[in-house]
């Protein structure tokens, strides 16, 4: 089992709705980040959130919105979304600087946007 | 600016033999780690393997080993006794350090992937 959480797994709204996704860790990470990979191509990354503070946007469009409510919680709003932000939206934690700073994976969630 | 080349779209390998799957990378910071990631067509990412770029022996994990040749700067994941399990898109991916106010925080740029496909 994958010790990152997202949900849904599977998401279909249309342009005029709003929704969110969700993640959780619950291994003391303080460093979590949103992820957008579309279909046969890496992931890139959106935000980094740093001991509960954005700390990096890649200048990510505003009708996606950040919101880091506790250290063990991730959302990401979504409204007036485009089809072409449809993707596989991975969510992920680490410890933070200084070492490795191994990123763990959420399964993602897969969202189609009509 | 950092950069992560993976330059085999795709590999096959037989069941049972070893694999290697390429990547080379360019920075200019002296301290970098790189990482191998495979991700099924489940979507997971699953971290395998990490090399830090201090670390002065070849990092292994089991069937995973990682061919760390820093001055070609190069990176190469080894699979040994590859599995039909191990059909999936590997992502080679390098640590990078931002300095941000009240200190650093870290991000993660992949490469392009390659594909692998185990044949029985």
């Known amino acids: 089992d994958t010790e990152v959480t997202q949900t849904p797994k599977h998401l279909v709204m249309g342009m005029t709705n709003k929704k969110s996704l969700k993640c959780e860790q619950h291994?003391?990470?303080?460093?979590m980040y949103w992820y957008k990979q579309k279909a046969k191509k890496p992931p890139e990354l959106m935000f980094v959130y740093s001991y509960e503070k954005l700390s990096i946007n890649e200048s990510v469009p505003s009708r996606f919105s950040p919101e880091c409510p506790n250290s063990s919680l991730l959302n990401l709003h979504l409204h007036a979304l485009q089809p072409e932000d449809s993707a596989l939206y991975l969510c992920?934690?680490?410890?933070?600087?200084?070492?490795?700073?191994?990123?763990?994976f959420g399964a993602g969630s897969r969202l189609t946007v009509l | 600016a950092q950069k992560i080349t993976q330059t085999q779209p795709g590999m096959f390998v037989q069941e049972k033999e070893a694999v290697t799957l390429d990547c080379t990378y360019d920075?200019?910071?002296?301290?970098?780690?790189l990482f191998w990631y495979k991700q099924p067509s489940s979507g997971e990412m699953i971290f395998l393997i990490y090399?830090?770029?201090?670390?002065?022996q070849n990092a292994t994990e089991g069937r995973y080993s990682l061919n760390f040749q820093k001055a070609r700067k190069s990176a190469n994941l080894v699979i040994s006794a590859s599995q039909l399990g191990d059909s999936a898109m590997y992502f080679c991916a390098m640590r990078e350090r931002t300095q941000i106010a009240g200190g650093a925080t870290n991000k993660l740029i992949f490469g392009t992937g390659t594909l692998l496909a185990v044949q029985p």
């Open positions: 920075t200019s910071d002296p301290s970098y780690g």
């Open positions: 291994m003391g990470h303080r460093a």
């Open positions: 090399q830090g770029s201090y670390d002065q």
């Open positions: 992920a934690s680490s410890q933070g600087p200084p070492g490795a700073n191994v990123l763990t």
